[in-house]
């Protein structure tokens, strides 16, 4: 079922609010434990920035083989 304004968001929100579908809680984590998580937060940012670059690069290293084999292949025929 999709919603596409907030006041249907809210009314089926509350509805599964209502049946106890839906839990209404937050939780902090220990102060202790704080560091971690952000540890972990900053480690996944800096992977999901890395990801793109290590693609680029990949393509281009096949695109360099590629040409080198096209051109070791004409160079042998």
């Not at 609010?17 to 220990?30: D, K, N, Q, S, T």
């Not at 998580?37 to 900053?42: F, G, H, V």
Request: proline share 3%; glycine share 6%; aromatic share 2%.
């Amino acid at each position: 079922m999709k919603h596409r304004c907030d006041e249907s968001d809210a009314r089926y929100l509350a509805h599964l609010l209502r049946l106890g579908l839906l839990v209404a809680e937050g939780y902090i984590i220990p102060k202790n434990r704080r560091a971690m998580r952000d540890l972990a937060r900053k480690r996944m940012q800096l992977v999901s920035n890395a990801v793109p670059g290590l693609l680029r690069s990949n393509r281009r290293c096949s695109v360099i083989r590629g040409a080198r084999q096209q051109k070791h292949d004409r160079t042998t025929d």
